[in-house]
Every structure is written in structure tokens, then in C-alpha cells.
T-cell receptor, first 113, second 115 residues
């Protein structure tokens, strides 16, 4: 079945550090890939997405590239801020059929000033 | 745009009672709505998919008689937890999708505590 694996958290960094959160997937079809962010006390928000191989999704300084050859969609940001502290979820959906999202386990990120 | 609301945002109920949670798409029509459950520090687990005007499709292991889902209109879906028990305490999140779109918009969640 389809699945998503994220790097274990929690991750703690200092402000302005470089961030990478690894995400790999297995899918029977040709998935679209997503990163969602959940700030404390809030619902999930779509951070970025990519729908085909080699697409790069970007938003708010975050980037992720759809790598079909390595089945990966790693999230990166060059300089994190305290306000980036949240839980990040990698997810996929297979285009054909139902729109079900399959989530990774989430990575809690804390940025210290 | 694409705002989804949930009500209530939190609820405490006694064991054995039933609780209804509403999910509304405020500025778009949602042909499909999803209900998830999130345990502390864990990922979201899809419970069921509901399409407007038809019966919900439940994921394996989810009791359909315990978690009643109704999607009576294009902007409203409800989840009723029947005969709630402490193990049903969790964070319930809904999402909504527009027709022919793979993008889901999430509600802020409802925290249920069963005492």
C-alpha cells in the first residue's frame, strides 16, 4: 500500500539555521506530494506541493523537490525563524481514484532564538 | 478562500453519551469531506470519506456504527461519536475537497475528552 516515512523528530535548531526534514514514499500509482504544517493549536495548512517528477514546490522560504528516482520529497529552508516552530507533515495522494491523503508521522520542529 | 470550520472546537462529555461534531466549508462547495483522528504527537489517521448525498466509506478498523457520518449538503458534514468512551478521547479533524480537485482544506480540529 501507499505510505510516507518522515525523519524522526523532534528537531531543535537555532534561528537562521538550515533545515532539512527528510521524507520518502512508496506508492503504487503516480502520486502528488505535499507538505502540511500544523502550528500550535491550529489545523493543518498546505505549505507546498508538487504534482510530477522534478517539480519544485516552494512557499514562505521552504522548498521541496519531487524526486521520483529516490522516491523522496525532502523539505528544506535556508534560514529558519522562531515562527517556523510547528509540526510538519509529508503526505501523498494518488491522482487516480479517491483523493485520500496518506500522511507521514509528522516532525515537530522547534526553533530557538 | 477555501475556509473550513469545525464546531465545537473542544468538547467534554461523559462516558456513554453521544457527541456531534460539525464540519463546514464556508466559501466553496465540497463534494467530498474527510474525517481524521489525531492522537497526541502522532500523525493523522483517516477514519472515513464522505460524499454528499451518499453513505460514507470507512477505513478498515473504524466502527461505522460508533462513528456516524452524515454529509447532507455540499457545505456540511457531521461526525457523531455514539456511546463515547474515554478511549475515544482524541483530536478529530475534518477536511474538504472541491470537485475534481486533489487539494484538501482542513478544519482547525475538535478536541474531544470523554470522562
Amino acid at each position: 500500500g501507499d505510505s510516507v516515512t518522515q525523519m524522526e523528530g523532534p528537531v531543535t535548531l537555532s534561528e537562521e539555521a538550515f533545515l532539512t526534514i527528510n521524507c520518502t514514499y512508496t506508492a503504487t500509482g503516480y502520486p502528488s506530494l505535499f507538505w502540511y504544517v500544523q502550528y500550535p493549536g491550529e489545523g493543518l495548512q498546505l505549505l507546498l506541493k508538487a504534482t510530477k517528477a522534478d517539480d519544485k514546490g516552494s512557499n514562505k522560504g521552504f522548498e521541496a523537490t519531487y524526486r521520483k528516482e529516490t522516491t523522496s520529497f525532502h523539505l528544506e529552508k535556508g534560514s529558519v525563524q522562531v515562527s517556523d516552530s510547528a509540526v510538519y507533515f509529508c503526505a501523498l495522494t494518488v491522482i487516480q481514484g479517491a483523493q485520500k491523503l496518506v500522511f507521514g508521522q509528522g516532525t515537530r520542529l522547534t526553533i530557538n532564538p | 478562500g477555501a475556509v473550513v470550520s469545525q464546531h465545537p472546537s473542544w468538547v467534554i462529555c461523559k462516558s456513554g453519551t453521544s457527541v456531534k461534531i460539525e464540519c463546514r466549508s464556508l466559501d466553496f462547495q465540497a463534494t467530498t469531506m474527510f474525517w481524521y483522528r489525531q492522537f497526541p504527537k502522532q500523525s493523522l489517521m483517516l477514519m472515513a470519506t464522505s460524499n454528499e448525498g451518499s453513505k460514507a466509506t470507512y477505513e478498515q478498523g473504524v466502527e461505522k456504527d460508533k462513528f456516524l457520518i452524515n454529509h447532507a449538503s455540499l457545505t456540511l458534514s457531521t461526525l457523531t461519536v455514539t456511546s463515547a468512551h474515554p478511549e475515544d478521547s482524541s483530536f478529530y479533524i475534518c477536511s474538504a475537497a472541491q470537485p475534481r480537485s486533489y487539494e484538501q482544506y482542513f478544519g482547525p480540529g475538535t478536541r474531544l475528552t470523554v470522562t
